[in-house]
């Protein structure tokens, strides 16, 4: 009877291939969601490298919208397929090197992202409530964005210790490995301390972000009529600015709660039901869709980027079909790499081209 029991029991224990499959078939909204943002996110931000390189004149805000477009890029390579494979095999990822690298990298296009956005923050205050004050050269811009990925280098390098292999233990002695926090740190207060220090991190980031907008806002509302057109295209780009940052914040939300709860609230308050156990890997990694949105945005802000995009997607349309674009000779980016630079030319037209620029919705000016 005993042995009857004994191999009843035996034969209900999952193999760590069921559980495998098992749990990465809970986490398949997160799979296909990343997925989705894979493709749609590198296919936009080249897109914004082309045009803003090619189409836009140097300035601050072209230097940071291109920074950031690396870096969205960049998670999109690499972030976001590194979540991805650890989604598919979230109890066989065996090659430790690969999870921690990983980890790691992702975390400093997820901190440098932050930073890039608080950054474009501080420039814009300066430039509409500080307009006399130090001005930020497009080289001061280069190099603040520099040092901004230096600072998340430095903020992310205890991922190279903390993230591992974690073993998860099975009935029947059926050992997972998790690319999680390492099993060798994970009892210790080094993970807790690290959470604290990247929650405040992002919670200064938050208010900074909020209290700056809010400035910006209020000086915008207290223009002249003298002012009035300059303000206008200072009213556009921050409209822009602020979109960037809320599609910030509310992406980055759902990480920071998650790892605030799990952090200060060591009891699990969620049922293991298939709905919790589904939507949670999804949310913990919402914040990819701060590298993926960004384009939407231009697309729907900037009317210069709008008019790109649709001649370009009429361009491709043509060669698809193998006809011959109308003006296809105005459709070649050299043709307008430096259409915005006048410097050198002689014109009695100057003021027609100077009030054409601000009346374009030339948004390359920060």
């Not at 790109?308 to 070649?332: D, L, W």
Request: proline share 4%; aromatic share 12%; net charge positive.
């Amino acid at each position: 009877m005993m042995n009857t029991t004994n191999s009843s029991a035996f034969q209900n224990v999952k193999t760590l291939e069921e559980l495998n499959n098992e749990k990465a078939h809970q986490r398949l909204p997160a799979v296909v969601f990343l997925s989705i943002l894979i493709v749609v996110g590198i296919t936009g931000n080249i897109i914004v490298l082309v045009a803003y390189s090619c189409k836009y004149r140097p300035s601050t805000f072209r230097t940071f919208i291109l920074t950031l477009a690396v870096v969205d890029l960049s998670s999109c390579l690499i972030g976001m397929p590194m979540e991805l494979v650890d989604n598919l095999y979230p109890l066989t990822f065996y090659n430790e090197e690969f999870c921690k690298i990983g980890k790691f990298l992702g975390q400093i296009l997820k901190i440098g992202s932050a930073l890039i956005v608080f950054l474009m923050a501080v420039v814009r205050y300066q430039k509409i409530c500080l307009p006399t004050k130090t001005y930020f050269s497009n080289k001061v811009a280069r190099n603040l964005c520099i040092i901004s990925m230096f600072v998340a280098v430095f903020l992310s390098w205890p991922f190279l210790i903390l993230q591992g292999t974690q073993y998860k233990h099975y009935d029947g002695g059926v050992v997972g490995h998790d690319c999680s926090v390492d099993s060798d740190v994970k009892d210790t207060i080094y993970p807790f301390v690290y959470t604290i220090i990247t929650f405040a991190f992002y919670m200064f980031v938050f208010f900074g972000l909020l209290i700056l907008y809010t400035l910006i806002i209020l000086n915008l509302r207290r223009h002249n009529e003298l002012e009035e057109q300059r303000h206008k295209i200072d009213s556009r780009i921050t409209k822009i600015m602020i979109a960037i940052t809320v599609a910030f914040v509310v992406s980055y939300l759902p990480d920071c709660i998650l790892d605030a709860n799990s952090t200060f609230n060591k009891r699990n308050t969620l049922p293991p039901s298939p709905a919790v156990l589904g939507s949670l890997p999804l949310l913990a990694r919402a914040y990819f869709i701060n590298n993926v949105i960004n384009p939407i945005i231009y697309f729907v802000g900037d009317t210069k980027f709008r008019k790109i995009m649709t001649k370009a997607f009429v361009y491709v349309i043509h060669i698809i079909r193998g006809k011959q674009f109308p003006g296809s000779n105005h459709f070649e980016l050299s043709d307008t790499l430096k259409t915005e630079d006048h410097t050198n030319t002689t014109t009695k037209n100057s003021s027609t081209i100077t009030n054409n620029k601000f009346s374009s919705a030339d948004n390359s000016e920060l």
